[in-house]
């Protein structure tokens, strides 16, 4: 509020707004207003969209990850893979390896939570982009109302739990 002209240059319409800015691009943070779902948007848009895995340990540790949901493109670049990751990055990790370690054979996989691995098939899957928007999310997806328009986009199929708790 001190500073309308600033705000006014950034499109800040609202408060607190979170801002990714640099000399390339300027990003809306669209997330929880928790620390970790921040420092994860920050790490992810402060680097360029496709991060390139050189060993097979960094493919372990994502393999291995409790909490993010990544994509990986082994082998030949993926044009398509590319120009999603770039419109993407903002909600997700995208990775490339011309490393093929453990099972892995060319081709785009999704890692989730305790080493569940998807890959990628166009003929059985579709179109990159309708799944990647169906595996971007983790099994057990917390709703919320920033992510409620990306779950509903995913076109899956949606089950709440509501807890009670019972006490005399």
């Known amino acids: 509020t001190k500073f309308t002209s600033v705000a006014s240059q950034y499109g800040v ?17 669209r997330g929880d207003r928790n ?9 992810r848009v402060h680097g360029p969209p496709v991060r390139y895995l050189s060993s097979c340990e960094q493919i372990d540790e994502l393999v ?7 994509f990986i493109n082994f082998g030949p670049v993926d044009q398509t893979y590319t120009q999603l990751a770039a419109t993407l990055q903002q909600y997700d990790w995208f990775y490339r390896s011309l490393i093929l370690c453990k099972d892995f054979k060319e081709g785009i ?8 691995v998807h890959k990628y098939d166009a003929e059985v899957d579709g179109d990159l982009q309708n799944w990647i928007r169906k595996q971007r999310f983790p099994h057990f997806a917390r709703i919320s109302g920033s992510n409620l328009q ?3 986009s995913s076109c899956k199929f949606l089950i709440f739990l509501e807890s009670f708790l019972f006490t005399e």
């Open 109 to 116: 996989y999704v890692l989730k939570a305790r080493g569940i």
């Open 64 to 70: 291995h990850n409790d909490r993010r949901v990544v």
């Open 13 to 29: 319409k609202g408060f607190p707004t979170i801002l990714y800015i640099n000399s390339q691009k300027k990003i809306e943070y």
């Open 150 to 152: 990306l779950i509903l």
């Open 35 to 43: 620390r970790e779902d921040i420092i994860d948007f920050a790490l």
